[in-house]
């Protein structure tokens, strides 16, 4: 019997292993209890009592990778090709050109605030004026003058292309064209224009039309007069791209003496015309 004055001993070390398992044994401890559920642990030695899983499906590619083999990894922040990288400055610097000139011309036209001129027919006279009514052929000579004016006082316009034409409701009886001119700013010019019809074929409800407007007590036929001009609008350097303007001068009187009379003149005072661009 130890007495309280003896030292304990001093335990120093590992704590001693185990004994080997024995001979066909996997497990190298007793026998664990079984589970609370009441199901018995496998016997020492014996193989995993569960099926084994199922073996993993390869991976499905394209059928352009060689045995099913993976594509290619994308590489992180592929480098831009330097031609590409100057196509796309080139187009960003072509698009910002055109919005640029686009702006430019739209602050200009709303500053200048360009008007479109007046026409006048401000003389007409009609000579030869022949109307066979079985063949339905008509032969005139037109000999017209239009007032023209330029309302704008910052800005021309020049008439690159200009082509007149006289009708009678809605048929052409003569139409000519006439010499490119400029106007400038304020300015009123004159246009003349001859419009020949030599033995023109006509509708019948034009032969009809004129021979009841020539049987009227005034003998006064009413034509119409078109002008149709490429125009632009020239402020200093700067002009704008052409446009289209009409003319329309609706029911010009031409009288005449009487019904065989081949000679007839504007009646009234100059005609005002609707222009349109």
């Known amino acids: 019997m130890s007495s309280a004055s003896d030292p304990k001993p001093v335990v120093t070390g590992y704590p001693a292993a185990p004994p080997p398992p024995a001979a066909g044994t996997a497990y190298p401890y007793s026998t664990p209890p ?16 569960y099926p084994a899983p199922p073996p993993h499906a390869a991976p499905y590619y394209p059928s352009h990778y060689p045995n099913g083999a993976a594509p290619p990894p994308v590489p992180y922040g592929a480098r831009i090709l330097p031609h590409t990288r100057f196509l796309r400055r080139l187009l960003a610097i072509a698009v ?7 702006l430019a011309t739209l602050i200009l036209w709303l500053v200048l605030r360009p008007r479109l001129p007046s026409f006048d027919v401000s003389s007409a006279s009609v000579s030869a004026f022949n109307l066979s009514t079985p063949q339905q052929l008509l032969s005139s000579d037109f000999d017209i003058s239009l007032s023209v004016r330029n309302p704008n006082h910052k800005m021309g316009i020049y008439y690159d292309s200009v082509e007149a034409a006289v009708l009678y409701g809605s048929d052409n009886i003569a139409e000519t064209s006439l010499p490119p001119f400029y106007q400038g700013k304020g300015n009123a010019t004159t246009v003349r224009a001859r419009l020949v019809a030599a033995a023109e074929y006509v509708e019948d409800d034009v032969v009809k039309g004129i021979a009841a407007d020539r049987g009227n007590g005034d003998g006064v036929i009413n ?15 700067w002009r704008t791209r052409r446009h289209v303007m009409r003319v329309y001068c609706e029911d010009v009187p031409i009288g005449f003496k009487n019904r065989t009379a081949t000679v007839g003149s504007l009646v009234g005072s100059p005609k005002q015309c609707e222009v349109d661009l």
């Open 34 to 49: 079984p589970p609370s559920s009441g199901a018995a642990y496998p016997t020492a030695g014996t193989a995993y009592p």
């Open 223 to 237: 034509f119409h007069v078109r002008v149709l001009a490429w125009v632009r609008f020239n402020a200093g350097a």
């Open 96 to 102: 910002g050109f055109f919005l640029l000139m686009g």
